[in-house]
């Protein structure tokens, strides 16, 4: 394999050792460092993160690219902020889109309006055309997410010619799908605004990710954005990661394998070779124990499927241990239960989960992850689903185990 050649890891091979009178308080140097004289500056690149950053948007297709250590969501903000600052009022965006959009508009100001989803089998199909039509009519902007956490991708060529046709910025949240780059099916070949979360599917430490723009306008409004919510203390660690990351080359093996296994695990057919998702239904939770017992731990379960996140370095070893330990289990039955009802303008009240069984959610809680809905505002909270929360290790939107409930008439 061709050697990755990294500003910033050469950076730091390079530097002198010495005793630390700077910050970080472990005082062990090293690659863990902080703005010193050899090194850059975060908030105002000049040297060798400045150059990343070019290579980078070189790659990503863009005209600028920032580099992240605070993760996808910080682009995520620094994106909806951008908007703000253009003009615009309202986005429309999925409604099983992650929670940090939602909490992005709310907390700048922006007017959310969510696209309606409908499930098959259990999983959210991206949004269909006439309602990313229907949505632009009265928003000023449009975020699609693709690929999402199930591996299915977003028509972006249509959206970017709907967005075209009426004049509106296109935001991509791109958390799932840096790997990507290399096909006509990344973000940057449509998107005015996106977020490619690298240390998702790409070989980056935890928090690295990256935002772009396509042109100089939005460039410099990104620009300026991106100061509100990127770390002025940045670990360059995850900075000389994210650059290695984006530069790794593609490993069109593991892909090919990854593709074939899906068929022959019966795997849900998504777009996305990276993200291997397996239907065990209500027998997902004892799959799960099953496999931690034997050492494989997978992306999350969402009580009706099992998920195998792969990247460029997963190996083919690897997948043959997980597809022996695959064959070996049950599968059952995938459910889905969502009913909805009208409480527009009703109080909300906290219920222990068991007692708000029946009750129309008022605020939407889901697992975490992938930190999206499994109940939505407006949706009856189900025995099933109740379940679920109670049984998930990590579940946001609830307060010690009670759900927010509309009043009852």
Known sequence: MKKVKCAIAEMLRAQKKHISFHTPGHKRAGADITELSYSDNLYAPKGVLRRAERDV???????????????????????????????????????????????????????????PQKKSAGIPLQPAAEDLETALQTADAL???????????????????????????????????????????????????????????????TQGAVVSAKNRAWSELLEKSVLYFRTTSPSYPILASVEYAVKYPRNLKIEEVASALKGALDAYPNDDWSKLLIPFGDCADAAQKFLEVHGVFPEFNDGNYLMFYLSPKTT?????????????????????DT?????????????????????VCAEDCGLFPPCMPLIKAGDVVSERAVARLLTAS????????AIAVYEEE
């Open 316 to 336: 083919t070893k690897e997948l043959k241990r997980l597809c022996s330990l695959l064959n070996k289990l049950p599968r059952g039955t995938v459910s889905e």
């Open 57 to 115: 948007a070189e790659i990503l297709g863009a005209d600028c690219s920032f580099l992240l250590t605070d993760g996808s969501t910080a682009g995520v903000y620094a994106m909806v902020l951008a908007l703000k600052k253009a003009g615009c009022n309202s986005l429309a965006f999925p409604v099983y889109a992650h929670v940090c959009v939602k909490h992005a508009c709310e907390a700048l100001g922006v007017a959310a309006l969510p696209i």
């Open 394 to 401: 990590g579940t946001y939107g609830m307060r010690n185990g």
């Open 339 to 359: 009913e909805t009802a009208q409480a527009a303008g009703m109080r909300a009240v906290w219920l222990e989960a068991e007692r708000a069984i029946g009750r």
């Open 143 to 205: 975020l699609l997410t693709s690929p999402d956490y199930y591996g299915n991708y977003a028509s972006l060529a249509a959206a970017r010619e709907l967005c075209d046709c009426a004049g509106k910025p296109l935001l991509v949240d791109g958390a799932h799908g840096a790997h990507l780059h290399f096909t006509e099916a990344h973000a940057g070949k449509f998107a005015d605004l996106w977020v490619d979360g690298v240390h998702k599917s790409l070989p980056a430490l």
